[in-house]
């Protein structure tokens, strides 16, 4: 059973637009959010994160909007470059625990 | 700090062979924890320790596999014997045991199992 559901399997995006990814999950236990980035041939790296006492999380382009009563949360890529195409991960955990992953989204960028 | 150390990086082997993957955390993490990818499943958790104890190996598929923390600073994942099935890229992480800690991730053995 997959604890974190996450959409769009695959994005493209015009350079300069906004990319969105969503994701959704069922354990209110969870309490951090991360998302990672992931480069062909490369492992995951953390991206951006956030804790449910917060709604919105923003670092430069990335923002996580979370919305604790529909259980959902989403990365939004502002004026996406082409450096950002990459596939990209939602997770959850409860405390110290290990994070769930979504199924990933490939992004896209095409100048 | 030179971040995760996988080694080895490619390894190809024939169906039956026994496959051993080697992990070097970050110094001073003390949770580790080996992960699968492939496109059909994702990333999938087959394993992780606290201070070297392993506390969920429910992603482990099979008795096939095995993992070991001997100490604080090495981890092997172990496969025999191996299927064309497990072709794969096992990738190890490690972090510190508190909530909300990064999970920083090494850059992966890719298995091929002809």
């Known amino acids: 059973q997959q604890q974190v559901k996450q959409s769009p399997q695959s994005l493209i995006v015009q350079k300069g637009g906004i990319s969105i990814i969503n994701c959704a999950y069922e354990?209110?236990?969870?309490?951090?959010f991360p998302w990672y980035q992931q480069f062909p041939g490369k492992g995951p790296a953390l991206l951006i994160a956030i804790r449910p006492d917060v709604s919105e999380k923003k670092e430069g382009r990335f923002t996580i909007s979370f919305n604790k009563s529909a259980k959902q949360f989403s990365l939004h890529i502002m004026d996406s470059q082409p450096g950002d195409s990459a596939t990209y991960f939602c997770a959850a955990a409860t405390g110290a625990n290990n994070l769930f992953f979504g199924t990933g989204t490939r992004l896209t960028v095409i100048p | 700090d030179a971040g995760v150390i996988q080694s080895p990086r490619h390894e190809v082997t024939e169906m039956g062979q026994e496959v051993t993957l080697r992990c070097k955390p970050i110094?001073?993490?003390?949770?580790l924890f080996w992960y699968r990818q492939t496109m059909m499943r994702g990333l999938e958790l087959l394993i992780y320790?606290?201070?070297?104890?392993?506390?969920?190996d429910s992603g482990m598929p099979e008795d096939r596999f095995s993992a070991k923390m001997p100490n604080a600073s090495f981890s092997t994942l172990k496969i025999q014997p191996s299927e064309p099935r497990d072709s794969a890229v096992y990738f190890c992480a490690s972090s510190l045991n508190r909530a909300g800690e990064t999970q920083y991730f090494g850059p992966g053995t890719r298995l091929l199992v002809l």
């Open positions: 320790f606290n201070n070297n104890v392993p506390i969920d």
């Open positions: 354990n209110t236990a969870f309490d951090y």
């Open positions: 110094s001073g993490h003390n949770s």
